[in-house]
């Protein structure tokens, strides 16, 4: 497998696993066949509702490869007793505006187990963006929000796009409902569409480095 794939390639792997065409994908996932068509086989984006059918249908999916191309397509059986949550310490998560994922590893670095903020999964922050609320080399962990329509007003989210993935404060546009304003101290705000989005995950913890 490819470990820099990108996630319609991704989607693609999946869906050949499962022995799906784009037809019986779209009865399958309950998702209109011409935008599931536009989403894997043409130049349309993958979309965060796409992402999300696949991860509740098909469970043994594991998010952090299909969203972020980390680890194994399927959930191992094999985890530590202690069923923390995954940990990537040599694929930090940017807090500035570009791509800093480079998969290095196929397994997780280790397991993080505090259930009380329920992270889907951990990693270390890189970049000064967003200090000092979050600093470089402080661990964050993160939880997937279901759609971005549902985006808290001023909360902080990993944004993840076909292009980058992001730490920043997110907000609504006051005029346009389709745009999110991404939003950190130490650079200059910019908007997204949110067809743009693969996949939206709300910073639950974050472990400072200290």
């Not at 999946?14 to 068509?37: D, G, H």
Request: aromatic residues 8%.
């Amino acid at each position: 497998m490819n470990k820099n794939s990108d996630i319609k390639e991704r989607v693609a792997i999946v869906l050949k696993y499962k022995q799906l065409n784009v037809n019986r994908a779209s009865k399958v996932l309950s998702m209109p066949q011409r935008t599931l068509n536009r989403q894997v086989n043409e130049d349309g984006n993958v979309g965060i509702d796409l992402v999300n059918a696949l991860l509740k249908h098909f469970p043994e999916i594991s998010p952090a490869w299909l969203v972020l191309g980390e680890g194994e397509m399927l959930l191992s059986d094999n985890k530590p007793v202690e069923k923390g949550a995954p940990f990537y310490n040599d694929l930090p998560v940017t807090a500035g505006h570009r791509d800093a994922f480079d998969p290095a590893n196929e397994k997780p670095s280790s397991y993080i187990s505090l259930p009380v903020h329920g992270a889907d999964f951990y990693f270390p922050v890189s970049g000064n963006s967003m200090e000092p609320e979050i600093n470089d080399g402080d661990i964050v962990g993160v939880k997937m929000v279901e759609r971005s329509e549902g985006i808290e007003h001023g909360v902080v989210y990993m944004v993840v796009t076909n292009d980058a993935r992001m730490i920043k404060r997110c907000y609504h546009d006051n005029n346009d409902p389709d745009l999110i304003w991404c939003v950190s101290p130490n650079y200059p705000s910019f908007s997204i569409h949110k067809n743009d989005v693969c996949a939206l995950f709300r910073v639950v913890n974050r472990i400072e480095n200290i």
